[in-house]
């Protein structure tokens, strides 16, 4: 492994710094660019091992991985909108409607 | 290209193309042409399905590996293609009282997903697996929030938007840990290079059952189930609960058998251990539940929990039961979200009407409606000459084989504490005060939920008393899975 664990560290720690704001997060805002920072952690990931391995596997998900997150981003926020059109919030815990 | 490639791409170059037919028609107003909208999506549905057809003898790959031509992916692609047939019958003219503004947008979101469901259980390469997973999942979110201005259905939408982007990024992490100690992507390089599971290995394959155990809803990943398939128009809660889990459940073997399965002892733990607390969890919750819709939302974590026991046994036949369970499980569970949602489909008013008691002398008002749910129920609780039983005998049978006899007996004894609910909406129907209905009736059952509802409630029937046919073609899908 050598110099490819390094990088691997840093994307667990991005990646449990992402999980961690999720959890904690009120804002639906916030949530949505701590996911957006769990997806990019696991592209460092695939960058590194992509390197280590060399093999081009790893940087073609990383173009994959970048589209979809786009398009995921791009729904979210549609949601997100219109959660805010029916509740007049876009914090987590006003949203309760659902329950049992 | 060479011919196995062109075989493999038809089926989704027809749903593709069909999509953007129905994509370009939608601006030359649609509803102006011969056919009723949802006869486009059926009809698209159908051919797809019969370019299907010559996967059922091969056992190949395409595309240099990424993608499997054989008699697994046919048999998903057809559970997926006919769940989405049959929620395009059953939204029919209802989903306005559902308050969702009828238009193309939403038969393209469900034909998108059904073609990224196809592309996962037929994913042979990481890559394609996430993509076929996010093209599927993204639709869907946007088919939960589809009642716009319904406080519900928005809210449903969002948690079930934060959740499932949230299990993607897991199983994406899963899959470079994977990538990252075995160096392919591949499911065939993967098996030839796993060796002795390494810590990263094992990390790995943890979080990818992670993010399939969100989608396929399993305790102890289920906390948005109910809130999502109560929140979503009802048509919508009965394609998530079959279309999306088919699809994962098909996808999840796969790679679990092909990819992971020389491995299973390290993770067939974790597996017992999701499958006995959703079976447990899922029927203990479902048991005070008054919504009907809640309730079939826990139903479906104990039937995720029931399909998990199948991925114990895999080479004692627990595979074909697996793909067998899926199947009888799709045609049950259409039929009661098909039910609700002509009861709740009435009135405006009636959006939130899915209690339990709201089906109190439906039985007599409604002979079709109560003959569907009265079969639907009885086979969701294994009752004997019903499919639900044939399935769930097959897959306490293959645990059996394969030494997990404990396990085998849970799951027998959850399928006795499930009888209690399900039979409670039965007698709810037929034996419980005034043989009329308390509400305003819904209108007329127009033709396509009716069609449905028949087809559905034939199809258990006959999975129940001609079985053994189906199971043979599930183990020939699920041999050719473990050749790869």
Known sequence: ?????????????????????????????????????????????????????????????VFFVMSVAAAEVAVGLAIVITLFRNYLSVETHDAVTLRG | MSTIDIIAAAPLFCMTFGILALLV??????????????????????????????????????????????????????????????????SDELLEGQRVEPSADLDLLVLFSALGGIMMVAATHMMLLFVGFELLSICVYVLTGSARNQRASSEGALKYFILGAFSSAFLLYGMALVYGATGSMYYSGIAAHIGEPSMMLLIGIGLMIFGFGFKVSLV???????????????????????????????????????????????????????????????????????????????????????????????????????????????????????????????????????????????GWTHPLLGIAMTVAMLSLAGVPPLGGFIGKFYLFSAAVRAGYTS?????????????????????????????????????????????????????????GIFSSRYYETAQIAVRSLMQL
């Not at chain 1, 961690?20 to 949505?32: C, D, E």
């Not at chain 2, 029931?306 to 369970?325: D, I, K, N, Q, R």
């Open chain 2, 220 to 362: 102890p990943f289920h906390f948005w189930t109910p809130d999502v398939y109560q929140g979503a128009p009802t048509s919508m809660s009965g394609f998530m609960a079959v279309v999306v889990k088919a699809a994962a459940f098909g996808a999840f073997f796969r790679l679990m058998a092909s990819g992971f399965g020389s491995v299973s002892a390290s993770w067939s733990a974790m597996v017992a251990v999701l499958a006995v607390l959703s079976m447990t969890i899922g029927n203990v919750i479902a048991l005070r539940q008054t919504s009907v819709k809640r309730m079939l939302a826990y139903s479906s974590i104990a039937h995720a929990g029931y399909a998990m026991v199948g991925f114990l046994a895999l080479g004692e036949g627990g595979g074909a039961a697996v793909v067998f369970y899926m199947l009888v499980y799709s045609l049950m569970t259409l039929a009661a979200f098909g039910v609700v949602l002509v009861v709740s489909s009435g009135t405006e008013a009636q959006y939130d009407q899915d209690s339990i008691e709201s089906l109190q002398g439906l």
């Open chain 2, 407 to 463: 396990i085998a007996v849970v799951a027998a004894l959850n399928s006795v504490i499930s009888l209690y609910y399900y039979l409670r909406v039965v007698v709810v129907m037929y034996f419980s005060g005034e043989r009329q209905l308390s509400w305003e009736p819904p209108r007329v059952l127009v033709f396509g939920p009716r069609l449905a509802l028949i087809l559905l409630t034939t199809g258990t029937l006959y999975m």
């Open chain 1, 1 to 61: 492994m050598g110099a490819v664990t390094g990088y691997l560290y840093l994307s667990a720690l991005l990646f449990s710094l992402g999980v961690l704001g999720v959890l904690v997060g009120r804002n639906t805002i916030v949530i949505l660019m701590c996911v957006e920072l769990m997806l990019n952690a696991v592209n460092i990931a695939f960058e590194a091992l992509s390197v280590h391995f060399q093999t081009l596997d790893g940087q073609i998900a």
């Open chain 2, 25 to 90: 028609l939608d601006l030359f107003r649609i509803d102006a042409l011969p056919f009723p909208r949802l006869w486009w999506g059926v009809g698209i549905c159908g051919a797809t399905a019969f370019l299907f057809w010559p996967f059922l003898s091969m056992n190949e790959t395409a595309f240099s590996g990424m993608m499997a031509v054989d008699t697994f992916t046919f048999a998903f692609a057809l559970m997926i293609l006919g769940g989405s047939a049959v929620t395009f019958m059953l």
